[in-house]
């Protein structure tokens, strides 16, 4: 199987990546047990497939530690210019503190070295509380890091757009930011989506399929209660859908999902997943890889395939019209994470 070339972007002018990244924080032990070993095997797999982009991060578990095998192990079977086909985005999500460069860098060099790496390809950096304005000075040393070798792009992870503002009047160069978008979550449409527009940042998108619930397997299914959502994911994603409109809701638009994947000849992830592509801004989404546990390669990659038109948006858009308008629910970007 090979993705056709609409699944690749030149993201930077050194990084061209798969628009579906495969998303680690299933690795981490809120998803169930994984195995090692049959992990790294199955992370060929997504490689081979074409899905060669991975997110992320230094709290994730074993999962830069993977990274770190991973790669040994395609230098040992296919040689060092294997590495050229893979892209690993990390994160540093540190407790707030005052920031010098000494433990920035230390913190860094950790990732570095449990990734096995000389330099990063992205750094996602992650801030709790906004009132601690330290995230300012633990950018800047990032930026001259950045300048130093060690890390080839600055990024952010579930900053609002308030803060994204303040970073980029402050001279750092942020390439993205990373936030929840779905057809449940458009918060981004607001603000967000905007601002990234005028100044070049792009998206990269996570709960674009809330953790599963959007899909096929839960069209017609009473509501499931405590036990039944049995990943962390899971938990997330349905405590959202009560916010946006409830389970009834959320009923009638996998309903109004799957004969639009029907038409397409596609399944009801990969509508959630292209309609999230289309939007402005968004240079990929992430679809989390339980690895060892289940694999969706081959129905990712039918993303692809799907080029929705204006009948399909008038139907979504006629449920979608119905729900809370979480912005006012929640507020922006990331601010779940800051109350």
């Not at 060892?292 to 929705?308: G, I, Q, W, Y």
Request: charge should be negative; hydrophobic fraction near 40%; charged fraction near 25%.
């Amino acid at each position: 199987m090979s993705l056709p070339t609409s699944s690749r972007l030149q993201f930077t002018p050194n990084l061209n990546i798969c628009r579906i990244l495969n998303g680690m924080w299933q690795v981490s032990g809120a998803h169930g047990r994984i195995d090692p070993k049959r992990a790294i095997q199955s992370m060929f797999d997504y490689l081979d497939a074409g899905f060669t982009t991975w997110d992320l991060a230094d709290h994730y578990g074993p999962a830069e530690d993977f990274i770190g095998e991973f790669r040994r192990q395609l230098v040992a079977t296919r040689g060092k210019e294997a590495l050229s086909n893979l892209q690993a985005f990390t994160k540093w999500v540190p407790r707030p503190t005052q920031m010098t460069k000494a433990l920035v860098e230390k913190n860094i060099d950790i990732s570095l070295q449990r990734m096995g790496v000389e330099s990063l390809d992205l750094l996602q950096f992650h801030w709790w509380d906004y009132r601690d304005n330290n995230y300012l000075d633990a950018l800047k040393y990032m930026a001259e890091l950045q300048d130093e070798g060690k890390i080839k792009h600055l990024a952010l992870t579930n900053f609002d757009t308030e803060h994204l503002k303040i970073i980029t009047e402050a001279g750092i160069k942020i390439v993205s930011n990373q936030v929840q978008f779905s057809l449940i979550d458009r918060r981004p449409e607001v603000n967000m989506v905007p601002f990234c527009t005028e100044h070049d940042i792009k998206l990269f998108t996570y709960g674009t399929l809330c953790g599963g619930l959007l899909s096929e397997k839960y069209l017609g299914q009473p509501e499931p209660r405590g036990g039944e959502l049995s990943t962390a994911s899971l938990r997330k994603y349905k405590n959202m859908i009560d916010a946006w409109g409830g389970w009834s809701l959320f009923q009638e638009l996998l309903s109004v999902l799957k004969p639009i994947a029907a038409k397409h000849n596609v399944t009801i992830p990969n509508i959630a997943a292209r309609y999230i592509l289309d939007k402005p801004t968004v240079a990929g989404v992430i679809v989390g890889t339980r690895l060892s546990v289940s694999a969706h390669v081959e129905d990712n990659a039918r993303v692809f395939d799907v080029a929705l038109d204006q009948s399909d948006y008038d139907q979504l858009d006629a449920v979608l019209g119905r729900s809370r308008d979480l912005y006012q629910l929640i507020g922006d970007c990331g601010d779940e994470y800051r109350r």
